[in-house]
């Protein structure tokens, strides 16, 4: 059998200078040239990006999936695929992040050749992971994505157990929303509180939580018939700090996390709202307007990285460096919005994670793919947030948000091992 391009030999041998083409047949028959150096270039970058992903690709996987594709050949992109995906896909749940990787990857193969971005790769993963689910992308902020050209113009609406229309939309997950629920949307207010704390100091009080001894004692030396005096504890509010993720994989749920937190600050919620792509950037004063419509373009306009590549760590350390002083006040609930497909580096993410979870009085991830049947936090930086913050709850719709924000001053805080 003729030597195949894929196999270990080939990708080692430099006998024929710096350049030494590598012939692949593909797409009908055609006859391509991948320069070798390219070719095993992304096959590297392919491997670390199923790494970063959370699949166990060592050493022997590499070698085991080079002999497999030595033995297939490169005549059929299905068979290949299938080949490595024996050896590298060891669960389910990795299935669609190995398919959307793969497809970025063959695609790289393609004449003119072009070395494979990690960074690329990862967000293409990102983005398909969501669209994988069939739901129509939504037109956000000049950003046309769109459902099938039979559907446009068409609502589908169910109401179903007498419950109102508003009801029904308020449990619609975000990536299924037409425009004109859409529009909708932007006049809902919140159905929440407050996150209430107890103030530090009692104050006195006509009718208070508890009876004030020492003011009714002095009132009782003087030798007046005095009644007895109470006094109360004020209740103030918990400040609450957002980190809304709005990269590419983020983009159908964005808008909603965006909206959600404007109604939020227009109920009167102390909160500070920060976005976050490949950079960080606060957002609360943009959200303030009360026009629904101003506030989101102001914020679009604010942030320039909208759909960008995921890099949570960065985002956590100018937090930390830059904002923390200002933000991040004693006792503030930190919350983390985001899917968790990070394409940044994982040791740094680690130690932000550590570092935010010490400082946060709670650390909450609010994760739009929670509320999915048989959700399994698979990629890397899934993971990592899954063993630093005290709960992950599900956020994919506007009912699951409010179920969320009322669910942090329920959120106990975990017991963290020893170098947690």
């Not at 003729?2 to 990708?11: F, I, L, V, Y």
């Not at 970058?45 to 166990?56: A, I, N, Q």
């Not at 948000?401 to 009322?406: G, M, N, P, S, Y």
């Amino acid at each position: 059998m003729d030597r195949n391009p894929g196999s270990t030999e080939e990708m080692e041998s430099r006998d024929e200078g710096p350049h030494n083409p590598v012939q692949i047949t593909r797409d009908g028959g055609n006859q391509r040239v991948l320069e070798d150096d390219v070719f095993t270039g992304n096959l590297l970058t392919f491997f670390r990006g199923l790494r970063r992903l959370g699949m166990v690709v060592g050493p022997a996987e590499e070698q085991l999936a080079l002999a497999a594709l030595d033995s297939v050949g490169w005549e059929d992109a299905d068979v290949c695929r299938t080949a490595v995906q024996a050896v590298v896909v060891k669960h389910p749940q990795h299935l669609p992040l190995f398919h959307a990787a793969w497809r970025q990857f063959w695609r790289s193969l393609h004449w003119p050749p072009s070395p494979l971005n990690e960074q690329t790769l990862l967000a293409q993963v990102a983005q398909r992971w969501v669209q994988r689910r069939g739901a129509p992308r939504v037109s956000w902020m000049g950003h046309a994505g769109a459902a099938d050209a039979a559907d446009a113009g068409r609502v589908s609406l169910v109401a179903r157990t007498g419950a109102s229309l508003e009801e029904h939309l308020r449990h619609r997950d975000f990536v299924r929303m037409t425009e004109e629920e859409w529009a909708q949307l932007q006049r809902w207010q919140v159905r929440v509180q407050p996150l209430w704390r107890p103030g530090r100091r009692w104050q006195p009080a006509a009718r208070g939580q508890e009876v004030d001894w020492p003011a009714t004692l002095r009132e009782g030396v003087r030798g007046t018939a005095a009644p007895v005096a109470w006094r109360s504890q004020p209740r103030r509010q918990r400040p609450v700090l957002v980190v809304c993720d709005v990269s590419g994989s983020m983009e159908p749920y964005s808008r909603g996390l965006l909206r959600f937190l404007h109604a939020l600050l227009l109920a009167g919620v102390q909160l500070d709202g920060f976005a976050f792509s490949t950079r960080l950037t606060r957002v609360t004063s943009a959200l303030r307007y009360r026009d629904p419509d101003r506030a989101l373009r102001e914020t679009a306009d604010r942030v320039t990285d909208f759909a960008g590549g995921t890099r949570l760590a960065d985002a956590l350390s100018a937090l930390r460096q830059r904002w923390a002083g200002v933000a991040l006040q004693p006792g503030a609930c930190v919350v983390l919005a985001t899917d968790g497909l990070d394409a940044g580096d994982a040791d740094e993410l680690e130690r932000e994670l550590q570092r935010l979870a010490r400082r946060a009085y709670r650390l909450v991830w609010w994760n739009p793919l929670a509320g999915l049947p048989g959700f399994v936090p698979a990629a890397r930086g899934q993971q990592q947030l899954a063993r630093y913050v005290d709960a992950m709850l599900p956020a994919g719709s506007w009912g699951q948000l409010e179920q969320a924000w009322q669910g942090l001053g329920k959120v106990t805080r975990r017991v963290r091992r020893a170098g947690e």
